[in-house]
């Protein structure tokens, strides 16, 4: 088997070869490797090369591939059943752990994935409140329910107010720039008393990593009190990832409800969604906002998942940042001095490297990158045994499987880059 001939088959059998677009490795001007194994920190492809890992899943595996406790927890769980659609003890502990770890979520519903978990914040939010519309920022993503594709991030940039979404649908859909505050004071001013909540990235990471500014997140949290809409932290990436807590206890704002996905499954299937336990209430079968799933709370992805938490608990967040920081201040001084011009935004264990001469603070500085640099610079590092996301408007994620030896092998590999 070899990734070539795997994917020309695949294409034959699912759109563009993948279930999931930006896998198709469209934006970086190449075709995808089929991985067979992985573990730690690397992954191994269908020809038997290995690689250093900087997507993990696109963020679940912080812990890294088969954290030996994960895999056990998953093991143990399975021997019990896979699915049982009755309630099932996991679904307490992993509930418990989020509300220790995130304390605004009182109360909480697992779903699938972070599609769901947002997608049912918002229908919760415009049912508690009565009201229709919502403020949502360019080039954030949350996931691809039809009321959030307009102008949303990731592989759904490319796709603005994708065919299939009907007009009236995203009708109710504001949009700002992010980290425009006075842009959403304005929507607020015209349509303020119809305005459900307003939904971010608190720290966006699906046009590139992007961080709030000083004073946005507080902004708009003081906006919400104001006209009494509810503050929503996507926190899909964010949560696990910035601060054990998320980017709510790494910037100090309590959102009023959060979604969560990707590391909460621990490699698994889960969502989540939670909040403030008067605003939950409103969910059937005790309020009247319907929201139900077939494999929700699934016994054998709230054992990963709690066993993912319980490890973050034992990690050092502090000294994996600080190697964050060290390797991707080394790989902007290689860029440098091959003349690229480059720009980094990092926060805890995620960073993107853009190729711009300029900060960027929205979807559109993020959008004027160079994107046929960062192709020539993901081609190579590739060829090198580095797996980073084949788009630049992505984050890159360290883990806390990396060694210093990874990471050495990462600046190796990009000295080695020609442009
Ligand atoms: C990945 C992501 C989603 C969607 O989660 P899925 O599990 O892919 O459905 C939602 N919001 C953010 C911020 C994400 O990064």
């Known amino acids: 088997m070899d990734s070539k001939s795997l994917f020309a088959k695949a294409q034959t059998l699912m759109p563009g070869g993948v279930n999931s677009p930006l896998r198709a490795c469209k934006y970086v001007n190449s075709e995808p490797v089929f991985i067979e194994n ?9 020809e038997g090369r290995q690689y250093i890992d ?7 595996q912080i812990l890294g591939h088969q954290d030996p406790a994960v895999s056990e927890a998953a093991h143990k769980a399975i021997d019990h059943g896979s699915s049982y659609g009755a309630p099932c003890y996991g679904e307490i502990a992993l509930a418990e752990e989020i509300n220790k770890l995130i304390p605004s979520m009182e109360m909480m519903r697992m779903v699938s994935s972070g599609t769901e978990a947002t997608m049912s914040a918002l229908r919760l939010a415009r049912g508690y409140t009565g009201r229709n519309k919502f403020v949502k920022f360019i080039g954030n993503y949350h996931g691809h329910a039809d009321a959030f594709l307009a102008a949303a991030g990731s592989a759904a940039a490319v796709v603005p107010g994708t065919p299939g979404v009907p007009e009236e649908v995203t009708s109710h859909t504001l949009l700002a720039q992010y980290n425009d505050l006075d842009a959403v004071k304005e929507l607020f001013k015209e349509s303020g008393d119809e305005i459900a909540c307003v939904i971010l990235e608190p720290a966006a990471g699906n046009m590139g990593l992007v961080l709030p500014t000083d004073g946005f997140l507080q902004g708009l949290r003081d906006l919400c009190d104001q006209y009494g809409a509810l503050l929503i932290f996507d926190e899909v990436i964010t949560g696990f ?6 980017a709510q206890e790494r910037y100090g704002i309590t959102p ?9 499954g621990g490699g698994f299937p889960v969502g989540c969604y939670g909040g403030k336990r008067e605003i939950m209430e409103h969910m059937a079968p005790v309020g009247g906002v319907f929201q139900a799933g077939t494999l929700s709370g699934n016994p054998v992805a709230m054992a990963a998942g709690l066993a993912t938490l319980k490890r973050l ?3 050092d967040y502090e000294a994996l ?25 990092q926060a805890g264990s995620a960073f993107t490297m853009y190729f711009s001469d300029k900060p960027v603070t929205n979807m559109v500085e993020s959008g004027q990158c160079n994107a046929d640099a960062y192709a ?12 980073l996301a084949p788009a630049g408007f992505e984050c890159s994620f360290t883990c806390f499987a990396h060694t210093d ?11 080695k880059v020609q442009f």
């Open 38 to 46: 992985a573990k730690g920190a690397y992954l191994w492809d269908v």
């Open 54 to 60: 900087y997507v993990f899943s696109w963020g679940p």
């Open 241 to 246: 990832r910035l601060a054990r807590g998320g």
């Open 256 to 264: 009023d409800l959060t979604t969560l996905g990707k590391i909460i």
């Open 313 to 315: 608990q034992e990690c």
């Open 321 to 345: 940042e600080k190697k964050t920081i060290a390797l991707s201040n080394e790989l902007v001084s290689i860029m440098k001095e091959k003349g690229q011009s480059v720009y980094l935004a």
């Open 376 to 387: 020539t610079y993901w081609q190579q590092m590739l060829a090198n045994g580095i797996y």
């Open 405 to 415: 030896e990874d990471f050495e092998k990462t600046l190796e590999a990009a000295r």
